[in-house]
């Protein structure tokens, strides 16, 4: 018995499951204090455990009242990420107070994704259920009718403190379901997760890819060139070593320099075309390549059919030399700069076909605005997997964001990562409000009298696009760029397919 305190609880078997699933522990000197009232943090924090999410370093606090320091910061991060906790009001959370009975309800509900309809509670027969506050009634319905959380003498007391035994019971009625049990317990799989090289070194890379969910490494290493020979590469053997020894794969990049004359002299040359193929098929066998991934941007449209055929015979010869094909497309918005991809030919000829789920606004974008909204990825995923199985689609996700300069005469905009987004927040004093149409946070400030705006990407947004991708089914995710991303990123990814999969 790992507390003296407990023998007497109606809830001691649940505390001793609880304890050995690590979702709750003791108070010090082998107590547990079963009658002392929980708090939000702790609630938010044992609800996390019970999910098996990891908490999340978020580079952005957000809440004023939620510290960096504390030990439930990782906590209720995490939970707000994954739209489990909300604040009391607007920037506070209020971590300290006691938890409700009737918050617990929303609380837990909501952390089983179960939709509890607008039932007011009207079918509530606890002689105080007039005393439960209509925006909780429908979750303390649901939270009774899945034999959470029931009253006792007829009440169901809804603005009383939870106690740590009250919370402990509940908890493990979830763990008793074999349905959630076997959810909760389960390994979710990643999926492929690429990660492309930009601007590291090898041992760089390396370093990041160690620290990150990518299995899948993707280094730019191959470009179509003029001259007799129409393939340059700037391979490093000893990164393909390092892979198969860590259990990666390589899928090195074929790049067109952005050249769409030089794109048109080969695709349009079924000579080149084919010596660009025999090449790449070389380097895949010296190498011990599992993949290729081509990063053709600026095609004419002219090309398209020859952009097709390129595609075709290349993964043709890849897979025969035991290697896949992926290509990446900008999203098909009806312009000049997606008509050379044929995405349904595509679809049917790489093996994998990867979103660029980034550059809604551009540098020189005429307009201020998100890199990757919520709702312009969500249309365009759909779009693309309307003509492309889910099987063999991959959502890449952006880890930069841009700085925008709203002048009278126009606007301009500076490229940051993550890392230099964070740094340019903290170093301004700035005004911030989560935007819930788009999911993202908006950060306005003024530098030297001028309007500055940032859609800022952080954990929480890249997270919502996970989440909504992750329900389509599609195959993985790809990140531009490695490096460029802050710690906190990874565990708020592996917390956003892990809840996903529930």
Request: glycine share 8%.
């Amino acid at each position: 018995m790992p507390f003296d305190d407990i023998a007497g609880s109606f809830a001691k078997n649940d505390i001793l499951e609880l304890v050995k699933e690590g979702v709750v522990n003791g108070t010090g000197n082998r107590k547990f204090e079963p009658k002392k009232n929980v708090t939000r943090a702790e609630f938010a924090a044992m609800a996390d455990r019970l999910l098996k999410l990891a908490p999340v370093d978020a580079a952005m606090p957000t809440f004023a009242d939620v510290a960096a320091k504390s030990w439930y910061y990782g906590w209720v991060e995490a939970a707000v990420q994954l739209g489990i906790v909300e604040g009391k009001s607007a920037g506070k959370f209020e971590p300290s107070a006691r938890i409700t009975r009737q918050e617990a309800a929303v609380l837990i509900v909501r952390a089983l994704k179960v939709d509890p309809g607008s039932d007011s509670g009207s079918s509530l027969n606890y002689a105080d259920a007039d005393r439960i506050a209509p925006w909780a009634a429908p979750y303390v319905q649901a939270a009774k009718t899945l034999g959470l959380m029931g009253g006792a003498n007829g009440k169901f007391r809804p603005s009383d403190a939870m106690t740590r035994e009250e919370t402990a019971a509940v908890l493990d009625r979830v763990l008793k379901d074999k349905v959630w049990s076997r959810a909760i317990h389960a390994t979710p799989n990643m999926g492929l997760q690429l990660g492309w090289q930009n601007g590291l070194t090898t041992s760089e890379f390396k370093e990041q890819v160690n620290n990150s969910t990518v299995n899948t490494l993707v280094p730019r290493w191959f470009f179509l060139e003029y001259g007799s020979v129409p393939v340059s590469s700037h391979a490093d053997g000893s990164l393909s070593s390092w892979a198969k020894q860590n259990g990666k794969k390589v899928w090195a990049m074929l790049g067109n320099h952005s050249d769409s004359a030089l794109t048109h002299q080969i695709l349009s040359d079924e000579n080149k075309r084919a010596a660009v193929i025999k090449k790449l098929t070389g380097y895949v066998k010296t190498y011990g390549l599992s993949g290729i991934n081509v990063d053709f941007e600026n095609v004419s449209p002219e090309d398209r059919l020859s952009l097709t055929a390129f595609v075709s015979k290349l993964g043709t010869s890849l897979r025969a030399a035991g290697a896949v094909l992926s290509i990446d497309v900008s999203p098909d918005l009806g312009t000049d700069w997606t008509e050379a991809f044929d995405y349904e030919a595509l679809g049917r000829y790489a093996d994998y076909v990867v979103l660029m789920g980034y550059d809604e606004h551009w540098s020189s974008d005429p307009v201020a605005g998100s890199v990757s909204s919520f709702p312009w990825v969500q249309k365009a995923l759909n779009r693309m997997l309307s003509v492309v199985p889910a099987k063999k689609t991959i959502l890449a996700l952006p880890f930069y964001t841009r700085d925008w300069t709203l002048l009278p005469t126009g606007v301009t905009s500076e490229d940051l990562t993550l890392i230099q987004q964070g740094y340019r927040i903290r170093s301004v004093a700035y005004n911030r409000l989560w935007d819930e149409e788009i999911g993202q946070y908006v950060v306005r400030y003024s530098g030297q009298g001028i309007e500055h705006r940032i859609w800022v990407e952080d954990g929480r947004s890249l997270g919502l696009k996970t989440m909504m991708a992750a329900k389509r089914g599609i195959a993985g995710y790809a990140y531009w760029y490695m490096g460029a991303e802050t710690d906190d990123i990874w565990p708020s990814l592996r917390n956003a397919v892990r809840y996903a999969s529930y």
